[in-house]
Antibody
Framework: QVQLVQSGPEVKKPGASVKVSCKTS????????ISWLRQAPGQGLEWMGW????????NYADKFQGRVTLTTDTSTNTAYMELRRLTPDDTAVYYC????????????????WGHGTLVTVSS | QSVLTQPPSVSAAPGQKVTISCSGS????????VSWYQQIPGTAPKLLIY???KRPSGMSDRFSGSKSGTSAALGITGLQTGDEADYYC???????????FGGGTRLTVL
């Protein structure tokens, strides 16, 4: 079955960077896009950006433009999200989620989701 | 503040039906598909409905989706205590070129 397994929790100081991984299995990695989202404690879900593994297209939420980079490693079927210049407001659970539709030129829907990675930013 | 508007909470008794609304605009719900997700506290969200009204394989038919104009709705029938969760609507916004979430609705099964 399709699985997205994320890296473990991180604790970072303000101003640092974090890179979260999302190792996939159970499907052809190159056929689907991957989105990254986050959820601050007690808050709703927030979309950060999307990357098509198929054609390399990327789309970032304005809020994170210039501070986030989405990449993939097709040799290990793994997606990565790097967020720079962290502040305490970046404390959240970060999720990766696969597209529901293969060979899409844009995001369609999220299915399935990774289990989440808690990133804590504190001095 | 979310661009897609959901009621913060809804409640109903076991066995009853509940409807969760999601209101947007012409640039998102009015011209793009809506999907719905269930998030049980402490776990990752799960897809319930995609393309406005389609259920993924294996999803219970107690869950249904609809869309009219710039609003969408999620219906849940035969409520069970296991349905207690947060529910989110999501749509693409063509003006913002971004994925938008509703603020989420907490369902309580009394």
């Amino acid at each position: 079955q399709v699985q997205l397994v994320q890296s473990g929790p991180e604790v970072k100081k303000p101003g640092a960077s974090v890179k979260v991984s999302c190792k996939t299995s159970g499907y052809t990695f190159s056929m689907y896009g991957i989105s990254w989202l986050r959820q601050a404690p007690g808050q709703g879900l927030e979309w950060m950006g999307w990357l098509s593994v198929y054609n390399g297209n990327r789309n970032y939420a304005d809020k994170f433009q210039g501070r986030v980079t989405l990449t993939t490693d097709t040799s290990t079927n793994t997606a990565y999200m790097e967020l720079r210049r962290l502040t305490p407001d970046d404390t959240a659970v970060y999720y990766c989620a696969r597209d529901g539709l293969a060979y899409a030129d844009n995001w369609n829907w999220f299915d399935p989701w990774g289990h989440g990675t808690l990133v804590t930013v504190s001095s | 503040q979310s661009v897609l508007t959901q009621p913060p909470s809804v409640s109903a008794a076991p066995g009853q039906k509940v409807t969760i609304s999601c209101s947007g605009s012409t640039s998102n719900i009015g011209s793009n598909y809506v999907s719905w997700y269930q998030q049980i506290p402490g776990t990752a969200p799960k897809l319930l409905i995609y393309d406005n009204d389609k259920r993924p394989s294996g999803m219970s038919d107690r869950f249904s989706g609809s869309k009219s104009g710039t609003s969408a709705a999620l219906g849940i029938t035969g409520l069970q205590t296991g349905d207690e969760a947060d529910y989110y609507c999501v749509s693409w916004d063509s003006s913002l070129s971004a994925v938008l979430f509703g603020g989420g609705t907490r369902l309580t099964v009394l």
